[in-house]
């Protein structure tokens, strides 16, 4: 019967695409540990101090295999690092810009419109650097994972030893946050991993955290115009609705209804 | 054609191209049965997002470059360069899944009051035909963002023509423009999503044309007899319509600003690759219910001609349903099983956004089995053998009786 089924499934194609896995991946259950963030909420808004800690985290940890390409150094006044910061940033990596004359390629040091430098020329480069494994660009990383932010917080903090019996692959390592509960990247984040010019907690769960709430205002660097906006619209129509009820009840009382 | 105002100019125009006229005919004056409820506002409510995502769809067109190499960041450059991209973008994504469910809930309310009956045929029938090209003109559009579902929703639907005998194969190559989805696979998605929502005002059109002849039906199922039954349209229906706006909007916003992806899958902020299938490939939410019937057959051509039949059979539904009564208000019994039948398409909604396994696939398969048992055998039966309530003489009656009560 089960054969039955599956043979039928893969005649309607993508089906049988989308059972295949989950049927592999059966007892492979992951580990999610929801957090309170700030950003959460009608009234959520970013931890600007935080954002700036993330920001180096990624700078000394993340960066050496991550890009991180939709980010512009400009942008980055966004949470509050000065132009001469964000110029003085931009200018410690090179970039291609066109060709000069003789037709050679004309390198000139980065400008805050750049993106930031990615850590590999190209995909080949990457893979052959990491043991055939991608390092995935994380601009979007916390809206392209269910429970982006809570997801990426989980696989940081949760690397440990492998349970009995279960078979880790070369070079991989044991993380129950990730499906499968195998990964290529290696625990990256301890305790004292970075120190902090502000005096904050460079315990891992706190790096952690720190990271990626920089990793959500990475995706979504529009959240906070975004609420602010929402509000009012929301009075706007609330008072509008209001309005429109009353006119409503109004008129519909020269009818006999 | 008389006066419509003593303006000379708007005489002088009206009386070469009467289209003040038309529109004090039957935008102001249209006798509209004086009893609906509020379940009669999602049909302007559909309107109006129509026309919302119009315009911002013509505004992200603006921005957004339909080719395989750029398109995924040219959506990324809304949301992060445009003014005011980010806010243009959730109101077109959302606002895909709002038509929907306004639209849903529109059908619903038509299949409950018996919308379908003599003589509003033809307006059901136009009514499903803006449902399928509604379903076409979303389909693509997800297709454009050109993520990961994106291109695997499209690789996936599209090879559903090719269960079609012989001559399958051919025409998902003439759809595609090639052989598999690719480049000219997304220019001639983006041409079609720009081109389908006109086609869908004209048929809107059509569908208001039919709607202003017929008359609206009402939660009585029975016909107005007189201007005592009626209001015009205009203030008590436009100021009616207007509240409902309101309190839809806040709906949407709420969506817009404050869960602007709940409605979507994260899968598609990661760029299209086709060398790297999606764990999961789920239809968005509106789709679902259909994707259900789809699996629910071990036969490809069979789960394919079971999905288009669960929407062309609606057309049928005029004569499937043979009860002389329109409201299920006076139905005791068929009342009963069209709230079954709505629990039973929601029930594929979910199980069409359920891995394929068991029990998902057996309880897909019986609810499945429901959707055409209702609509082949219950409804006929019904109709036959139920003995309505008797019906209010006429809607004022029902009305002014209600008062006193």
Redesign the interface.
Known sequence: MRKFLIAAFAAVGFSAIASAPVMASGGTETLLEKQAWTWQGVFGHYDKPQLRRGLQVYREVCAACHSLNLVRYRNLMEIGLTEEEVKAYAAQFEYQDGFDDAGEPKIRPGLPADALKAPFPNEKAARAANGGALPPDLSLMAKARPNGPDYLYTLLTAYRDPPAGFHLMDGMSYNPAFPGNQIGMPQMIFDETVTYADGASNERHAISRDVVAFLNWAAEPELEARKSLGLKVMLFLAVFTALFYALKRQIWKRVEH | MSSVSNNKIIKWVDDRLPIISMMQHSAVEYPTP??LSYWWNFGSLAGLVLVIMILSGLFLAMNYAANTGLAFLSV?RI??DVNYG??IR?IHANGASMFFIVVYLHIVRGFYYGSYKPPREILWWLGLIIMLVMMGTAFMGYVLPWGQMSF?GA??IT??FSAIPLVGEHIVTWLWGGFSVDNPTLNRFFALHFLLPFVLVGIVVLHVWALHTVKSNNPLGIDMKGPQDS?PFH??YT??D??G???F??FF??F???A??FLGH??N??PANPMV?P????PEWYFLPFYAI??A????LG?VLLMFGAIVILAAMPWLDTSKVRSCTFRPIYKWFVMLFIADCVLLGYIGGK???EPY?LIGQFATAWYFIHLLIVTPLVGWLEKPRPLPESISAA??KK?AV
Not at chain 2, 279 to 282: D, G, R, Y
Not at chain 2, 297 to 300: G, L, Q
């Open positions: 004086k009893n990324e949301m992060r980010w806010l959730y695997w690789t996936v090879n559903l209001l203030p008590y100021v009616k207007l509240f706006v309101g309190v909007m806040m916003m709420a817009v600003f404050w602007p992806n994260p899968d902020y990661i299938t764990a999961h490939i789920v789809l699996r057959v071990p036969d490809k789960g891995p394929a396994e696939i009305v002014t008062e």
